[in-house]
């Protein structure tokens, strides 16, 4: 469900329904220009009303795995930006939390369903058109943002452009210029300084200090479309701790969330957190997660509670 704001101004346009009228002639009418015009305003929208939806859905903490795609949509009350996934047939789309723009148009209101709401009206027709799209589009090696507009002809555009990659238009800090490794001395230097992060550290099994002086770290490019933990190890001590070059150590990372909802992907706390989350395994200190994404997810804020003073904001 994570989404990057944009400008829009770079929209690349995939037509899935040209209309007939535009097939005919080359040269597009007044009425078509003014569509066109009236498109591209709505798209805007879109975008804002996206970007705000998502905000306030993320900070109701949604359940990974109910979310997919966001669906934004402009009703008589403003707009309703929609939540979701389809289902594994591709019959309904099961819709997991809405968000309503409210009279302060920059607000919405966000409701969730649990169990999930089924639609097989305008969301499931519009996340079908997205998948076809995105299947048309092929392999990115950038996020893009998507939107679908409604035509007069029953029928609907989507809208996939380029999304701004903070990491990389900010700072290039991506897997091919900074490496995990370097980020050793960081957290061996928070280790062996005097603070509530390394007082719990020294509670677990062996020198914390010692062994992540030792650890080989290394960088690993994950495998098909779900995304892959941030970083991965065993609780043996000399077992190397693995991180993704497409997870939250790096600002352009495929998930946006923040770590423990609290450091910005690739911000030097997320990467802190990451690299001690994996050690904190090998102390015992935190539980087995393997694939449990909720437990990893505690494990992780376990980890900030002993360790955000220490790492700072
Ligand atoms: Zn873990």
Same mark, same amino acid.
């Given at each position: 469900m994570l989404r990057l704001r944009f400008g829009c101004q770079f929209a690349i346009l995939v037509l899935?329904?040209?209309?007939?009228e535009a097939q005919a002639?080359?040269?597009?009418?007044?009425?078509?220009?003014?569509?066109?015009?009236?498109?591209?305003?709505?798209?805007a929208e879109y975008d804002t009303a996206a970007w705000q939806a998502t905000d306030t859905v993320q900070a109701a903490h949604p359940v990974e795995g109910r979310v997919g795609r966001y669906i934004a949509r402009k009703t008589d009350a403003g707009w309703v930006v929609a939540f979701g996934r389809l289902n594994e047939a591709g019959n309904k789309f099961l819709l997991a939390y809405e968000a309503v723009q409210t009279a302060n148009a920059a607000q919405f209101e966000v409701r969730s369903f649990d169990p999930v709401r089924e639609?097989?009206?305008?969301?499931?027709?519009?996340?079908k058109a997205i998948e076809t799209a995105m299947r048309d589009l092929g392999g990115t090696s950038r996020p893009y943002n998507i939107a679908v507009l409604?035509?007069?002809?029953?029928?609907?555009?989507?809208?996939?452009?380029?999304?701004q990659n903070q990491g990389q238009t900010q700072n290039q800090q991506t897997a091919e210029n900074v490496k995990p490794w370097d980020f050793r001395k960081n957290v061996v230097d928070l280790l062996r300084a005097k603070n509530g992060c390394s007082d719990w550290f020294n509670t677990g099994t062996g020198s914390a200090a010692d062994i992540m002086s030792n650890v080989r770290?290394?960088?690993?490019?994950?495998k098909g479309p779900i995304p892959d933990a941030d970083a991965r190890t065993s609780e043996d001590p000399h077992a190397p701790i693995d991180v993704?070059?497409? +997870?939250?150590? !790096?600002?352009?990372?495929?998930?946006?969330? /923040?770590? +423990?909802?609290? !450091?910005?992907p690739g911000s030097t706390g997320a /990467?802190?957190?990451?690299?001690?989350?994996?050690?904190?395994?090998?102390?015992?200190?935190?539980?087995h997660d393997g694939l449990d994404v909720r437990q990893s997810e505690k494990?992780?804020?376990?980890?900030i509670e002993h360790c955000a003073d220490a790492i700072g904001p």
């Open positions: 899935l329904f040209a209309t007939p002639s080359s040269k597009p009418s007044e009425a078509e220009l003014a569509a066109i015009t009236a498109r591209g305003v709505l798209l639609d097989t009206s305008w969301n499931l027709a519009a996340a409604p035509t007069d002809h029953e029928n609907m555009y989507v809208y996939l452009y380029p999304a770290i290394t960088l690993f490019d994950p993704n070059s497409k +997870g939250r150590f !790096y600002a352009n990372s495929d998930n946006q969330l /923040r770590v +423990g909802d609290k !450091y910005k /990467r802190e957190v990451i690299l001690l989350h994996e050690l904190a395994h090998k102390m015992q200190l935190i539980p494990n992780t804020r376990t980890v």
